[in-house]
């Protein structure tokens, strides 16, 4: 079978990767509560960006410029064909074009494609990508990297960066 052929591996955080992935959501939240309200600024894909970021900090997909630039430029695809309408035809046809174009770029972030999506159901403005999925990237990037650097026990981010390596296996 083909499932016993995967390797899974069970990794446990520090509590305080928990605490920060709570804060910058939390944020996030809160903006989008702000009764000068532009668009959505706290959406699904950011979970899974936070995510990516802390358990899978050293793949490509994880490392700034595909989560900032990928991200903002999905987001950008999704808006830009929502100016031609919305419903699920048009979101199916923003995450191809994202799925297309992203990758050749050096920007493949699946999240992105999921920021493409995001406008065109939902029916965000279109200063989407600019006011809420680009400074999310960039806090949630540079946040991460600053505590990579200077909090002991912090998964190694970015990629390359000298902060010891999170151990994803259980010591017994």
């Known amino acids: ?25 939390g944020l996030f ?5 702000l009764p000068w309200r532009v668009t ?6 950011f979970g899974a960006t936070l995510s990516l970021i802390v358990s899978l900090p050293q793949q490509h997909v994880s490392q700034p410029f595909p989560i ?7 987001a950008g695809i999704g808006s830009l064909i929502a100016l031609w309408g919305h419903g ?3 979101a199916a046809l923003a995450a191809l074009v994202a ?4 990758p050749p770029l050096g920007m493949y972030f699946p999240p992105a494609v999921a920021f493409a999506i995001f406008p065109v159901l939902i ?4 200063w989407f990508p600019f006011l809420s999925v680009f400074p999310f990237t960039v806090v949630a990037t540079g946040s991460s990297a600053l505590l990579s650097r200077y909090w002991k026990g912090w998964p190694s981010y970015p990629y390359g960066s000298h902060a010891e390596p999170l151990s994803t ?3 017994l």
């Open 1 to 25: 079978m083909w499932h016993h052929r995967l390797h899974y591996h069970r990794f446990q955080l520090p509590w305080f990767v928990y605490v920060w992935f709570f804060l910058i959501l």
């Open 29 to 33: 939240a809160a903006v989008d509560h």
């Open 40 to 45: 959505a600024f706290l959406v699904p894909p």
């Open 68 to 74: 900032i630039a990928g991200g903002t430029v999905g």
């Open 88 to 90: 699920p035809f048009l």
């Open 99 to 102: 799925f297309v174009i992203l």
């Open 123 to 126: 029916k965000t403005s279109p």
């Open 169 to 171: 296996e259980k010591s």
